[in-house]
């Protein structure tokens, strides 16, 4: 019997996403966005970075990210989230805000927004809810979430779960503070991979300009990749 058909199969895309995968729950993102079609590289080397479109930071413990990450995969993490799309879910979008709260530590300042840890107190650590993607109804899963707590110029909210904006845009980088890579909606993963889509269509367009719109190194590195 042949092996039926995946619907990835009929999406032509030379998408490369990596997900961090240094802890967290990066397998769910993995499967929705191979789901979706896009190639997706398992991120555990800083060098990694080089090779993908786009970058999912998954949720976790931000404080581990930081202590796995070091020094100098925080100053890579943060040339590659300032160059090129980047989507944090949870903890990922801790990582990538300005400010953080409670404790306070440091963000890779991709996101003008100022984020609490585990606003959620202990009783409700975790809960499915249902709020907004722009106007549309979504399932929305939180553990052990943060909150957004002020949103700064430039900031886009994409979703919202009663008075509080649960999904926010600034540029191409993206994030949510609930778990879309655990609900069966795939519209948040979809928004991502536009987002990667346009990213490219921009670069590709720099290329020919001779004025490159993101970075001149990443750009140099996939002419070498390709041998041009
Ligand atoms: N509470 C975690 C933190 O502060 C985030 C939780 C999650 O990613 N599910 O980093």
Redesign the pocket.
Known sequence: MSAPETPSAKIDTTMKIGVLALQ??FDAHRLRLEELGAEVVLVKKPEQLDAIDGLVI????????LKLLGEEGFAKLKDFVHAKPTFG????A?LLATEVENPQQKGLGALNIRIR??AYGRQIDSSIRQGLLGSSPIEMVF????KIEHVGEGVEILATEGNDPVAVRQGKTMAATF?PELSEDTRVHKAFLELVGDALVEQTRGLFSGKPSLSGELIRNRRTDSGQ
Request: aromatic share 4%.
């Open positions: 967290g729950d998954p949720g976790g413990e931000s404080g581990t990210f879910t949870c903890a990922g801790i840890r585990n553990i052990r979430a943060p778990h």
